[in-house]
């Protein structure tokens, strides 16, 4: 491991002086970041732009309410920074719609229940260990228990979405809202199908693009636009923001989508927050984020190709996106285990389920990985057979329970991330 960084009380001179237990904390926090190989899929690297827009004065104002129409006097600049999010995001997504409050992207789901439905109506959605989301209406969620969540997944022999399977639970059911998206779907979501689907039977469908925003942004993912009602996304996946939510959607739903952030679910809007937002589609319109949107995509498929060579199983045989699911069932080691023993080589990733799993949730088959915070440092196609090399070894290490093999990965690790310094980390 490399020495600690002496720059943190540089870094963050008043909060050194302050606090100095929490800066130590954030200083570690920075070397972590620097020394490890980032592999979650949901996780990025802000540039210093957003970060800094997180840590302005636009923190200390409260305005419930929307531009041009609030509760509170003194807004006169933060009404030009809400409609600068709103007009960067209707640009960069070519929405009619876009409300930039929601607190992240669990609420931004949740106003659209309030804005769509009852309490008790049906909705239809994908099941959680099938790649969908917690807030899609799975039971231990408030979304599955203050409404009728019924669930679609994908079928066994290709890991991809049954919509034979969507299509006739949306027929016998009639759900108010269909949700797609999710948060371990490595292909492409067939948006036309839901907005067909979706249609027939006369529900609201909801897009939550929360991880492939950023793809979407930049051109590497098919666009929801022209299918759904409404675009639920967190701004701090793919997106490159900060942590935050969007809610897009048709001239036609903008009320209801308004009024069900607030005043329907929340007060006052995170101002500094929005200010960061707004930064970040700055920099997603940029003709540079395009290419690290389809970088984020060769990555993963690279990736993906070197894995399989290394006889790694890849739920749906691949990629189209950012993401890979490894089954590591054929590799006789848990997720759960190969996570915490690549966790000790430097190598950051979650266990996840897979499709079918015939283990627990908490102890599950497989572990999800992926390319955003990767790309973001500059590493290419060409690192990815040494990643998938690494990856390789640990799951090894792991089987084994070789901790010597797990340290020298760590240091090989930190050594290459070194040659590609993280957006917004202090240099040291
Ligand atoms: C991450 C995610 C969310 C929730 O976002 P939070 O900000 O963690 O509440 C919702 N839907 C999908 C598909 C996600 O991937």
Not at 181 to 196: H, L, N, S
Not at 238 to 247: S, Y
Request: aromatic fraction near 6%; charged fraction near 20%.
């Amino acid at each position: 491991m490399s020495q600690p960084r002496m720059s943190q009380s540089l870094s963050h001179p008043a909060l050194s002086a302050a606090d100095p237990e929490l800066a130590a904390l954030v200083g570690a926090e920075e070397q972590l970041q620097a020394d490890t190989l980032r592999l979650i899929p949901s996780e990025n690297y802000v540039s210093a732009a957003v970060l800094e827009a997180t840590g302005t004065v636009l923190q200390n104002k409260y305005s419930e309410g929307y531009a041009g129409r609030r509760y509170y006097e003194g807004q006169q600049n933060i009404d030009q920074v809400e409609t600068l999010a709103v007009e960067r995001a209707k640009a960069v997504f070519g929405v009619e719609h876009a409300n930039v409050q929601p607190y992240s992207g669990s609420p931004a789901n949740l106003a659209a229940y309030l804005a769509f439905a009852e309490p008790g109506d049906t909705v239809l959605g994908m099941a959680l260990p099938m790649g969908g989301h917690l807030t899609h209406g799975w039971g231990v969620s408030a979304t599955g228990t203050w409404f009728r969540g019924v669930q679609y997944g994908v079928r066994p022999e290709s890991a991809l979405i049954d919509f034979d399977e969507v299509r006739d639970l949306a027929r016998k059911e009639r759900p108010k809202i269909i949700f797609c998206g999710g948060t371990a779907v490595p292909r492409t979501i067939d948006f036309a199908a839901f907005g067909e689907i979706a249609r027939e039977v006369d529900a609201v469908l909801v897009a939550d693009i929360a991880h492939i925003a950023g793809l979407i942004a930049g051109g590497a993912h098919p666009s929801p636009v022209p299918h759904a009602d409404v675009i639920s996304t967190t701004t701090h996946k793919t997106l490159r923001g900060p942590r935050g939510a969007m809610l897009m959607s048709r001239a036609s739903h903008a009320k209801a989508v308004d009024k069900a952030v607030f005043p329907g679910l929340q007060g006052g809007p995170h101002n500094h927050t929005t200010a960061a937002i707004a930064v970040a589609l700055r920099e997603a319109a940029a003709p540079s984020f395009r290419d690290y949107a389809h970088a984020v995509v060769a990555n993963a498929k690279a990736l993906a190709e070197a894995l399989l060579a290394r006889g790694y199983d890849l739920v749906s045989g691949g990629t189209d996106n950012h993401l890979v699911l490894i089954d590591l069932t054929s590799k006789e080691v848990p997720g759960k285990v190969a996570a915490k023993a690549l966790d000790r080589a430097g190598i950051v990733v979650n266990y996840n389920t897979v499709p079918f799993d015939p283990r627990k949730p908490f102890d599950p088959s497989g572990i999800r990985i992926g390319t955003p915070s990767l790309t973001s440092r500059g590493l290419g196609t060409d690192r990815m057979p040494l990643v998938a090399e690494w990856i390789d070894r640990g799951v090894q290490a792991a089987a084994k329970g070789d901790e010597d093999a797990l340290t020298v990965i760590r240091g090989e690790v930190a050594e290459l991330m070194a040659a590609y310094p993280a957006p917004g980390l202090p240099t040291a």
